[in-house]
């Protein structure tokens, strides 16, 4: 079955540690994205890629880093330069073309606590 | 200031009966897309429905509808025969032009279907 897979489901974190997130889509997508959400509030971009090898930063930027080596892949690291990481990470991704709607799928979600 | 505005934080229905859920949003880029997401306790973001602000007629897929009024910048979500299944958050969120399908969320109503 075609879709997007985040792993792991749950993940506890010291302060001072970087933990990555795994993001996996086999749907041929071009686009992949990473979105952050707090408790009560809608999602919030980190990073983008549209195509291998290259990716953007989104409004919360700060304390992430990501890497987009391969089309069906795009970890993303929470750096101990991230203050508040306790929060709910969202994968997405989409296939960009010059007429599609483009619209952007979700993968299930990594829930991250900083103990 | 807030691009996607979702003034209902909560929202109840008893089963069977129809629900709109409100969303106003704010842009001067004539060319825009509005999506709906659903977000049961799960986590995962299920799209729903797409609305482009060239598109003449309104929206749907299913139960879902959205109306759309374009002088008054507002993408309202109605969905009818509520079905308990249908309790969830619901985000409304809108994409600009740019090219890089970047998607901005409103703050999400949680809807409650009552039997």
């Known amino acids: 079955d075609g879709g997007i897979t985040q792993s792991p489901k749950y993940l506890f974190r010291k302060e001072g540690q970087n933990v990555t997130l795994s993001c996996e889509q086999n749907?041929?997508?071009?686009?992949m994205y990473w979105y952050r959400q707090d408790p009560g509030q809608g999602l919030r971009l980190i990073y983008y890629?549209?195509?291998?090898?290259?990716?953007q930063k989104g409004d919360i930027a700060e304390g992430y880093s990501v890497s987009r080596e391969k089309k069906e892949s795009f970890p993303l690291t929470v750096t101990s330069a991230q203050k508040n990481p306790t929060a709910f990470y969202l994968c997405?991704?989409?296939?960009?073309?010059?007429?599609?709607?483009?619209?952007?799928?979700f993968g299930p979600g990594t829930r991250l606590t900083v103990l | 200031a807030q691009k996607i505005t979702q003034t209902q934080p909560g929202m109840f229905v008893q089963e069977k009966e129809a629900v709109t859920l409100d969303c106003t949003y704010d842009?001067?880029?004539?060319?825009?897309?509005l999506f709906w997401y659903k977000q049961p306790s799960s986590g995962e973001m299920i799209f729903l429905i797409y609305?482009?602000?060239?598109?003449?007629q309104n929206a749907t897929e299913g139960r879902y509808s959205l109306n759309f009024q374009k002088a008054r910048k507002s993408a309202n979500l109605v969905i009818s025969a509520s079905q308990l299944g249908d309790s969830a958050m619901y985000f409304c969120?809108?994409?600009?032009?740019?090219?890089?399908?970047?998607?901005?969320f409103g703050a999400g109503t949680r809807l409650a279907v009552h039997p």
């Open positions: 969120a809108m994409r600009e032009g740019g090219g890089y399908n970047k998607l901005i």
């Open positions: 842009t001067s880029d004539p060319s825009y897309g």
């Open positions: 890629s549209q195509i291998v090898n290259d990716f």
């Open positions: 997405a991704s989409a296939k960009t073309g010059t007429s599609g709607i483009d619209t952007q799928y």
């Open positions: 609305q482009g602000s060239y598109d003449q």
């Open positions: 749907l041929n997508h071009d686009a």
